[in-house]
């Protein structure tokens, strides 16, 4: 086969015109075109997260002084809300969003598989978001009292698990059949080896979701709610996704969007690439917590395994940690602000996974009240978010067309920084008010502190959106294929943004970094 | 003299993406039972464990039509792979009549199931037993509902002369589907009718 061989559906003319830069509701409607679909993701999930995290944040006050200006079962269902909308709102649409954008551009293909399922899953997700979102305001949370609204929650939470499953299994497929010629799943990029991982323990952990929020429902419509539907143990059959080692499942793609970000910004290639790729696929591996529903399985928490996996997730994630620290020493880092942002991602996924190792360690007593499990959820979203924020800095430019402003994602870092640590770490030192008995009186301080990091992850969650919107705004200047000027794998061979069909003919794919072998 | 003749070219390797997406979609689906299945077995064992009984009082689980079900998902096995290796001979008439009978074999389930839950007598209301029990066989009358509408869609395709012999993805990822529902069945069978 020559070197430029194309295969028929990447045999596109790549001085096709180039959509618009952000798409706009008249042309999206309808299309199945996987950049639209993954840039839809990415500005609503980025919309839903700054509500998200103003409801955890209020959630929080609430919890300040006996004055509450919420009623506690308001209070109760707006915390289960954002904690469930973090996730399912914010974080899984925000991966999936940028896989749906960026893993067909990265593997090479014209279009992601199966173009009018995705843009299906994504109406879908979009649709069932929104009743899930108003059912929840009218009294209809978990353990709600208007029957009906609490009926249309779980229908809401149903379908948007399906959409994302849907949408899932095209990113899925994408990488694995749509590969262009000579890139083995191996000399995939890490972005899209990362979605690989993290899509197959989706696809394996949320249809157990699926089959709760069913039984759920099946109680609650049709039994009367005396078992799996009674009010007080709705959200408990659920909560096993906001905990470990489950939580961790929802940072798989960050740890690609890490990898590759350090690989770019530092101009080298990824030394002993194969420790990354170990290191997301153990991630991976110990992320499964389906299995460990506190509601079905009580003693869960005793469990060895359940323990066992707490304590060995430290080793992926100082592996990951050792293999940036040394291409950052290595390399010659360029200092943009996905570079720290990356940085920051890895910090906030180290505390919590920390945080995790520690829960998991019985004598420390840390499970006694929910606390310190809070905290460690709010790092590890904060994480999740801070590599999403860091993915929109960086393929920002491939998306828009557009330089994004980097001061913003230069205050993003401090922000998000800020934010993760004070909103995580604040509440995992509330937890050990077991053990000190000092920290007690320290109680309403520490909340408002995890308030206030919770307002200022909402604030990052904006200027991620802003930054994403300043590539596009009018005067903003052009980006090149490769924005970087360092782009190592297939999407900084195609223009900013990708015309109809993405490429025109491409290379066969000989390494893991198929530009820097062209440049050779 | 000849002139020197090179072998052709191989043929493009199409990429499974039909076929890949469905077993995607599979074991999704089989991992939706796997959940709803643990749990069932969790509340059985605690309620057993009691001392209780779990069927409540005037309930009944008979067996015979269970059987029945699971020797007729296994024969649609049969016929499904038949359709596949027809259409694989462009034989198409072969397909389209396993896929009917596919379909048909399907539809006696369906019809079986709901017989089977009128014998049971038992209330959906009653407890734990009757929501878990309901959940499962209805959310298996879902997946095999959306097995016969992918089966019937891929053979109004082959109908309107969408397969071939070399390309024939869409036949094979219905089968996948297919299969996978009537694994889902076995899961039940053994868990739920044989195992009570």
Redesign the interface.
């Known amino acids: ?1 020559a070197l430029t061989d194309t ?2 559906e990447t045999g596109t003319d790549a001085s096709a015109v180039a959509p618009s830069v952000v798409p706009s509701p008249l042309t999206i409607f309808g299309t199945g075109d996987h950049k639209a679909v993954g840039t839809f993701y990415v500005l609503a999930a980025l919309v839903f997260g700054i509500a998200g995290w103003v409801a955890a944040a209020l959630s929080l006050g609430h919890e300040v002084g006996s004055n509450s200006f919420l009623s506690s079962s308001t209070a109760m269902q707006l915390g289960q809300t954002s904690d469930l909308g973090l996730i399912l709102l914010v974080i899984v649409p925000l991966f999936l969003g940028l896989g749906t954008y960026i893993v067909p551009l990265q593997v090479g293909a014209s279009t992601v ?2 173009p009018r ?1 995705a843009a299906a899953a994504m109406w879908t997700w979009l649709l069932s978001s929104g009743i899930f979102i108003v059912a929840s305001f009218i009294d209809g949370g978990f353990g709600g009292s208007r029957e009906k609204s609490v009926s249309l929650t779980l229908m809401g939470l149903g379908g948007l698990i399906v959409a994302l ?2 949408g ?3 990113v ?2 994408t990488a ?3 590969r262009t010629p000579g890139m083995t799943l191996d000399r995939v990029p890490m972005f899209t080896f990362s979605m690989l991982v993290g899509g197959a323990i989706w ?10 929020l ?2 759920i429902w ?2 609650h419509r ?3 709610g ?3 539907g009674a009010a007080a143990t709705q959200f408990e059959q659920v909560s096993w996704i906001t905990h470990e080692p489950q939580i961790y499942a929802f940072l798989i793609p960050g740890l690609g969007i890490i990898a590759d970000v350090i690989a770019t910004l530092t101009g080298a290639r990824l030394a002993q690439r194969n420790i990354f790729l170990f290191a997301i696929g153990a991630f991976g591996v110990l992320s499964v917590g ?2 460990a529903q506190p509601a ?2 009580p003693s869960v928490s005793d469990d060895l395994v359940w323990q066992a996996m707490g304590l060995l997730m430290l080793l992926p994630v100082l592996v990951f940690f050792g293999g940036v620290a040394k291409a950052l020493k290595d390399g010659k880092p360029s200092l943009k602000s996905p570079l720290g942002l990356a940085v920051v991602s890895l910090l906030l996924t180290l505390l919590a996974v920390f945080a995790g190792a520690l829960l998991v360690i019985t004598p420390l007593e840390l499970r006694a009240s929910n606390v310190f499990a809070t905290g460690q959820f709010v790092l590890a979203i904060a994480a999740a978010l801070a590599a999403a924020a860091a993915g929109i800095g960086y393929w920002g430019p491939k998306m828009t067309g557009g330089q994004s402003a980097d001061g913003l994602g230069k205050l993003n870092v401090l922000v998000l920084l800020g934010g993760g640590a004070l909103g995580g770490l604040s509440l995992c030192v509330m937890g050990f008010s077991n053990r000190f008995t000092g920290l007690d009186g320290a109680h309403d301080v520490l909340i408002i502190v995890s308030s206030i990091g919770c307002a200022l992850l909402a604030l990052g969650g904006a200027l991620a959106l802003l930054g994403l919107l300043s590539g596009a705004r009018k005067g903003a200047p052009e980006a090149a294929a490769d924005a970087w000027g360092t782009g190592q794998t297939l999407e900084w061979a195609c223009p900013s943004p990708p015309p109809t069909g993405n490429f025109g003919d491409l290379a066969i794919v000989r390494s893991p970094e198929p530009l820097l072998d062209e440049e050779v | 003299m000849t002139a020197h003749v090179l072998p052709p ?1 191989p043929a ?1 390797q199409r ?3 039909l076929v ?2 469905a077993a ?2 599979a ?3 089989f ?6 299945i ?2 069932y077995l ?2 059985r064992v605690d309620v057993v464990g009691s001392g209780a009984a779990w069927l409540p009082e005037g309930a009944t689980i008979p067996l015979q039509q269970p059987n029945t079900m699971f020797i007729t998902l296994i024969m649609s096995v049969f016929t499904m792979q038949w359709a596949v290796a027809a259409i694989a001979k462009n034989d198409r008439v072969n397909s389209y009549l396993a896929m009917g009978l596919t379909l048909m074999l399907g539809i006696a389930t369906i019809v079986m199931t709901t017989y089977l839950w009128y014998l049971m007598e038992l209330d ?2 009653s ?2 037993q ?3 029990i ?2 499962i066989t ?2 298996h009358i879902v997946m095999l509902v959306l097995a016969m509408l992918f089966v019937a869609l891929m053979g109004l395709r082959a109908l309107g002369g969408q397969f071939t012999a070399r390309q024939h993805d869409g036949i094979t990822a219905a089968a996948v589907f297919w299969y996978a529902m009537v694994a889902v069945y076995a899961l039940i069978w053994i868990s739920i009718y044989v195992t009570k």
Not at chain 1, 203 to 212: F, I, K, M, R, Y
Not at chain 2, 31 to 36: D, H, K, N
């Open positions: 086969m295969r028929p598989a199966f399922a499953l849907l899932t299994v095209c899925l497929t694995v059949t749509l696809l394996l952990t949320l249809p157990v979701l699926l089959a709760n069913l039984l099946v109680d049709y039994s009367g005396t078992t799996f389906a299995w079905i399985y | 070219a493009v990429p499974r993406v890949v997406g995607f979609a074991a999704a689906s991992t939706v039972f796997i959940g709803l643990g749990i969790a509340a959906i209301a407890g734990i009757g929501v878990l309901y959940t209805g959310a």
